[in-house]
């Protein structure tokens, strides 16, 4: 079975290393990304929220 193209959000909050609360925050100001609607349901592209984390991430060094 293929990886999903959407996930919830409290998933994508997992990913990203918030709290679920803090992902609703951010959803509910609009500035969670990938958010899509579908009727009162929440769920996160996954593809937008990768890219995100890339342009986010981009030119960070890991090294400390």
Do not use: H, K, N
């Not at 079975?1 to 609360?21: H, K, N, Q, Y």
């Not at 986010?56 to 400390?64: K, L, Y």
Request: hydrophobic fraction near 45%; charged fraction near 25%; proline fraction near 3%.
């Amino acid at each position: 079975m293929a990886d999903p193209l959407l996930v919830s959000l409290t998933e994508a909050a997992r990913i990203c290393g918030i709290g679920r609360t803090r992902a609703y925050q951010m959803a509910a100001a609009g500035t969670f990304p990938g958010i899509v609607r579908i009727g009162r349901s929440v769920r996160v592209s996954v593809r937008r929220l990768e890219e995100w984390i890339e342009a986010e991430t981009a030119g960070r060094s890991t090294a400390a």
